[in-house]
């Protein structure tokens, strides 16, 4: 049963609060009453109410004053209050009682049309306001549901997931048969795309959970990106496609690890979804004296619609198979929480550019990502 909805009624003449629960005797609204300020700052401490119906002449404590008081008060300042007076129009008076809070003003005798209209409305309103509060509430419990359930399930595939690349790498090099050898090193590259979903869907659940902690140290961008380049693409390939160039200081306090993460995804794309065999041209810019600047460049433009939404999560970026679009929402968070930021672009060129900024001084030692709203 759904709890009925209270209205505050203060009024230090009984006849007059008698008349109100008359008036809203056959609306769905609960009156709660008081005969003081003191008694309704009393009845407030215990009740949630939807209105407050003030009368502006009372001893002691009058309605602006005990209007001042609820406004000062975190649990009732947001309570709408309407002043019941038996005065005439008094602009003095009347941009008083505005300014101490009330939303509108009701002349005694009051008609009982416009007393049951008026409450209506703002009945109304707190119950939209409360049913918005709980469906938020069911929202945040499923997200929170959703991010453990994918916690959990990556942590609990990776254990199969390591059995299935052990076997894949005996078979290997017991097998003498070249299509087994073939087919091995296929499993063993569906793993490594599969563990990399995993990563990232445990990296996802992290920064929704409540972040995660970056482990910053003095370290070298230039020498991050050439371990990144050799990790991609090894010295032996035959034609080299990812340029490293340099120039300025490029020392920084950053997270190694993350930072490698968000240069191998941002390489890894360039190889991946730029023109065929072009080059990817890497440039680190360590003259400024607080930032680091990157930029990786590979021919081919991204449309502008997918660009609006290339950081968002679970958004295929330049292509829409190979992942779960979460990479490039990583990176940026990850870029992020060091303080800087990750953008992209389309140049004059018919290129592709992301531009990665690094303070060489985080906001905090051990900066934590949060959920971008």
């Known amino acids: ?84 007076t038996a005065e005439r129009d008094d602009p003095t008076r009347t941009f008083r009682g505005y300014e101490a809070g009330a939303v509108d003003f009701l002349h005694k005798p009051v008609a009982p049309q416009i007393l049951k209209s008026k409450v209506d409305v703002f009945v109304q309103l707190y119950s939209q306001r409360r049913q918005l509060s709980a469906r938020l509430e069911e929202i945040r419990n499923a997200l929170r549901m959703n991010e453990m359930f994918a916690a959990v399930l990556s942590h609990d595939l990776r254990n199969p997931l390591n059995a299935i690349a052990v076997s894949a790498e005996v078979i290997k090099r017991v097998s003498t ?19 990399k979903m995993i990563e990232q869907l445990l990296d996802v659940a992290r920064i929704r959970a409540g972040g995660i902690t970056l482990e910053t140290k003095p370290g070298d961008v230039a020498h991050i990106a050439h371990a990144i380049r050799d990790e991609l693409e090894p010295a032996s390939t035959d034609v ?26 941002l390489v890894g794309n360039a190889l991946q979804h730029g023109a ?3 080059p990817v041209a890497v440039s680190i810019d360590g003259s400024g004296a607080d930032l680091v600047r990157v930029s990786i460049t590979n021919r081919g433009a991204i449309a502008d619609e997918k660009l609006a939404t290339l950081f968002e999560p679970f958004t295929p970026g330049r292509s829409a198979s190979g992942g ?49 709203g």
């Open 324 to 372: 779960l679009g979460l990479g490039l929402y990583i990176a940026r968070q990850f870029a992020l929480a060091h303080g800087g930021n990750l953008i992209a672009c389309a140049t004059a060129a018919d290129e592709t550019m992301f531009e990665l900024t690094i303070p060489r001084q985080p906001p905090q030692a051990n900066a934590a990502i949060k959920l971008e």
């Open 1 to 84: 049963m759904t709890a009925a909805i209270k209205i505050l009624a203060v009024d230090d003449v009984p006849q007059n609060l008698a008349a109100i629960e008359a008036v809203l005797a056959g609306t769905p609204v609960q009156v709660v009453r008081a005969a003081s300020g003191n008694e309704a700052l009393e009845r407030l401490l215990v009740e949630e109410v939807a209105l407050a119906l003030i009368d502006v002449r009372m001893p002691h404590m009058d309605g602006f004053e005990l209007a001042e008081l609820m406004r000062g008060t975190a649990k009732t300042r947001d309570i709408p209050i309407i002043f019941m």
């Open 276 to 278: 065929d065999g072009s």
């Open 177 to 195: 048969d070249a299509n087994v050898t073939v087919t091995s090193e296929r499993i063993q590259t569906s793993v490594k795309r599969m563990a």
């Open 240 to 265: 080299r496609r990812i340029t490293v160039t340099e120039q300025g200081d490029t020392t920084a306090k950053v997270d190694p690890d993350r930072l490698s993460q968000v240069f191998s995804n």
